[in-house]
């Protein structure tokens, strides 16, 4: 396998999802679990593209994706995807939502690809390779906690976590220098991966939220920590992620 043929592959297929969500129309709004967890036809629709046009690139390749049923990730080649990451966004057009594709090997990534259809971005990395948007490489800040801008989730779908949420993002609030909540984790990850945010931090997230995003992170230099699980839980996990001048500290708080 060409892995550098492969990655320009993936790139287009997200590209074209992401242009295929921005352009296309929803139909159908449905709740989940949930008021706060919903689901578009869109989402739906987009899912399926992604995964026609990935079929062919690793033939035996899995599919682990938010709108299937899914296995436990194993040794094989496993695409995950999140066909539109920050669907409440999306379905408010609210513009900050994306298409996120990652790859994995023995359960651990090897190619991560995230499109954002309104900017006109690609954020994307191979292992061992670095990590970039569109054509220019990426890499994380330098900066303290203190001097950190601080992106946060608050897990709407599991809403159990809501005190240990807000309890934290005002410890990280009064700790760095400001907090942000965007309502798409795959873009705060790529954000905190380009050096215009400094550290993420959410109690409760699903796997297609950060697979593809987690990995461009790692290979921009920055550190992405799990707790209450490891990389490629089936479900959900907390995660922390940083530079190397702020996790420590970021985790003090997190952890704590």
Known sequence: MNELKLLDAVKEIAYNAGEFMREGMIHTVKSKSDASNIVTDMDVKTQDFVIRELMPLIPDAKFFAEEKENQELDASYTWIIDPIDGTTNYAYDYRHSCVSIALAKDRKPILGVCADPYLHEVFFALKGHGAYCNDRTIHVSDYDLTHSLIMCGTSPY?????????????????????????????????????????????????????????????????????????????EPIGIAAGNPQNINELLDIVLR
């Open 158 to 234: 599991h809403k159990q976590y809501a005190d240990v949420t807000f309890t934290k993002m005002k410890e990280l609030f009064l700790t760095g220098r400001d907090i942000r909540r965007s309502g798409s984790a795959v873009l705060d990850l790529c954000y905190l991966a380009c050096g215009r945010v400094d550290a993420f931090y959410e109690a409760h997230i699903s796997f297609w939220d950060y697979a593809a995003a987690s990995f461009i992170l790692m290979e921009s230099g920055g550190i992405f920590h799990p707790f209450d699980g490891q990389w490629g839980d089936l």
